[in-house]
């Protein structure tokens, strides 16, 4: 099982940033292909970036050209640069493992988008 922790949500101001990170617990990281969700109140989770172990990164429509995902496996960690934010983008942001064979989820970060 790897265990994973967000973190880097809060407040920002319209067409400000933010940079979310995801702790994975163990060194298998780098073989993993990655994903950060967000799910906003009364909707589902949707899936927003995905970055495989060889770095082939994909986006959702919605923040393609503002958001960027990496990762630094020397860290075991995965990243989300989200640029130019809107209010629509207020949502809980959670990283997942998206190689088969794996259930974790972390427990969300908070991402807040208001004047």
């Known amino acids: 099982q790897v265990q994973l922790v967000e973190s880097g949500g809060g407040l920002v101001q319209p067409g400000g940033s933010l940079r979310l990170s995801c702790v994975a617990s163990?060194?298998?990281?780098?073989?993993?292909?990655m994903g950060w969700y967000c799910q906003a109140p009364g909707k589902q989770r949707e899936l927003v970036a995905t970055?495989?172990?060889?770095?082939?990164?994909n986006y959702a429509g919605s923040v393609k050209g503002r958001f960027t995902i990496s990762r630094d496996n020397a860290k075991n960690t995965v990243y989300l640069q989200m640029n130019s934010l809107k209010p629509e983008d207020t949502a809980v942001y959670y990283c997942h493992i998206l190689t088969p064979g794996f259930d974790s989820w972390g427990q969300g970060t908070q991402v807040t988008v208001s004047s």
């Open positions: 163990r060194t298998i990281f780098s073989m993993l292909h």
């Open positions: 970055i495989t172990r060889d770095r082939t990164t």
